[in-house]
């Protein structure tokens, strides 16, 4: 059962990217759900993420918001993240470096693995082939298993060093 549903988390990540309408509809409904208001400043935060390729320190997603028409309040922007965490579409990355990156939510981004540079910290996220997932969540499965343990996903990082650090 929990094989299908991962099925679908791998099929939205595979059109990622172009659908934006879709990311804020699928966030919209989370925070009616926590009765919560979707804000400009949430909605922009939300696109600028949208756009990443990998999580996002707050610097960088000030830095990023400045090039869109709005311009992201720092101000807030750690009140906003807290509440984008609170009604489940952003979640929390650390790295190597200690300094908090942000993502949206696996089940909104679609599933994927990080690259973590170890030296700088720098995460960049990439997608590894369905059928590497396929026999990955087989092997993982079995061997929850054995220990009586119920899997339900799986979380692989690369660690190494990046472009710029190797
Ligand atoms: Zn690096
Ligand atoms: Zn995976």
């Known amino acids: 059962m929990s094989v299908a549903k991962k099925r679908t988390h791998h099929g939205h990540g595979n059109t990622n990217g172009s659908e ?26 939300v696109t600028v993420l949208t756009a990443s390729d990998r999580p996002l320190m707050i610097q960088q997603m000030l830095k990023r918001s400045s090039s869109t028409k709005k311009v992201l309040a720092q101000s807030s922007l750690y009140r906003n993240l807290v509440v984008l965490e609170d009604v489940g579409v952003v979640q929390r990355i650390f790295s190597t470096d200690d300094v908090a990156r942000y993502e949206l939510n696996e089940d909104i981004l679609g599933h994927h693995h990080h690259l973590v540079c170890s030296k700088c910290g720098d995460i960049r996220d990439v997608r590894i ?37 190797a």
């Open 129 to 165: 082939p369905e059928s590497l997932e396929s026999s990955l969540d087989s092997t993982l499965a079995k061997i929850a298993k054995r220990s009586g343990f119920q899997l339900d996903q799986h979380r692989l990082d690369l660690i190494g060093r990046c472009g710029k650090c």
């Open 20 to 45: 934006h309408s879709d990311v804020h509809g699928e966030v919209m409904r989370r925070f009616i759900k926590h009765d919560q208001r979707y804000t400009s400043q949430r909605r922009l935060i």
